[in-house]
């Protein structure tokens, strides 16, 4: 069972270069999030999902982009690089039931833009 | 969402009880209380969670009190691997908000 997986674990890209985050989890579970956590800060939710083919904002969304055409993918796309968005990416899923909204997180994404 | 309040950092011995406090002074009646943990630059791991009456798991136990206005962590032995950021969160819907958490030192 291998959970929540991330990749690429380390990207570093140039200002206005775009790319994607790939998210994957095994676990069947509805609900996905990315959060980005920039140095000594806490997670800042950038955008969710109830299941596939819905989705909405976090905290953060602005320069990102989700979809969720399957169960287990939620890829995070950034259209345009900024330095500003330099962070440790975190993708997590849970089950539906609040009672048990028990995040599994990803191993993260580090991203530098130059 | 109801917000958190926690302290930045607090400090604890190896071998004591660790308390981490949390103030959700506007927590409704279908939130729940989550705690999970970040150790270095890792995924957060949960710890523990509740709603209304006390919990106990192999991990560490959780305190809320009756008008559910305020939550302790209890890790009932520290050890040094439990120096970490802790995180308190209160959710009953959708979206799971983190807020800076506390930094647990453990020290020797």
């Known amino acids: 069972n291998a959970g929540v997986t991330q990749t690429p674990k380390f990207q570093v890209l140039k200002t206005g270069q775009s790319m994607t985050l790939q998210c994957a989890q095994d676990m069947n579970h509805e609900y996905m999030s990315w959060y980005r956590q920039d140095p000594g800060m806490g997670l800042r939710l950038i955008h969710y999902s109830v299941g596939a083919g819905i989705t909405d904002q976090g905290e953060v969304p602005n320069g990102y982009n989700v979809s969720r055409s399957t169960t287990e993918d939620f890829p995070l796309r950034l259209l345009s690089a900024a330095p500003s968005q330099t962070s440790v990416y975190f993708c997590?899923?849970?089950?539906?039931?609040?009672?048990?909204?028990?995040?599994?997180f990803g191993a993260g994404t580090r991203l530098s833009v130059l | 969402d109801a917000k958190t309040t926690q302290p930045p950092s607090m400090d604890c011995a190896e071998g004591r009880a660790a308390n981490l406090p949390c103030n959700h002074s506007?927590?409704?009646?279908?939130?729940?209380v989550y705690w999970y943990r970040q150790i270095h630059s890792q995924g957060p791991q949960y710890i523990i969670h509740g709603l209304k009456n006390n919990e106990t798991n192999e991990m560490a136990s959780l305190i809320i009190t009756e008008d559910r206005k305020s939550s302790t962590l209890i890790l009932p032995h520290a050890t040094l691997r439990d120096t970490a950021v802790y995180y308190c969160i209160v959710t009953g819907g959708f979206k799971t908000i983190f807020g800076a958490g506390t930094r647990l030192f453990v020290k020797a």
């Open positions: 506007t927590i409704s009646g279908n939130e729940y």
């Open positions: 997590a899923s849970r089950p539906q039931v609040i009672a048990k909204n028990i995040q599994y």
